[in-house]
Nanobody, 123 residues
């Protein structure tokens, strides 16, 4: 059974930083891209960032480019999202996800999902 353990969410002030972690288990994630999505209250879930299997390719939503970075751990089943220069509009539940193949931004392409971690940014 595939499981994702997400951590690192919490409360931050505008301009501050948070680092999200996601550890996946239950299968081998060779050739799986991993990504982060977020969903704010009353809004649809949206793409944030993704990274391919070996970390050589990344994608970012325009809204977070230059502020967020994504990386994978050496074991490849862990993914991190470093969030800097946080804004109140970054407030959302952040979800980790995995898909076979290249990094992508479409929710429909992702096969496995975590339960989410809350990020709240105060002004």
């Amino acid at each position: 059974q595939v499981q994702f353990v997400e951590s690192g969410g919490g409360l931050a002030q505008a301009g501050g930083s948070l680092r999200l972690s996601c550890a996946a288990s239950g299968r081998t994630f060779t050739n799986y891209a991993m990504g982060w999505f977020r969903q704010a209250p009353g809004k649809e879930r949206e793409f944030v960032a993704a990274i391919n299997w070996n970390g050589g390719s990344t994608l970012f939503a325009d809204s977070v480019k230059g502020r967020f970075t994504i990386s994978r751990g050496n074991a490849k089943n862990t993914v991190y999202l470093q969030m800097n220069s946080l804004k109140p509009e970054d407030t959302a539940v952040y979800y980790c996800a995995a898909r076979y193949g290249a990094a992508g931004s479409s929710i429909r392409e992702y096969d496995y999902w975590g339960q989410g971690t809350q990020v709240t940014v105060s002004s």
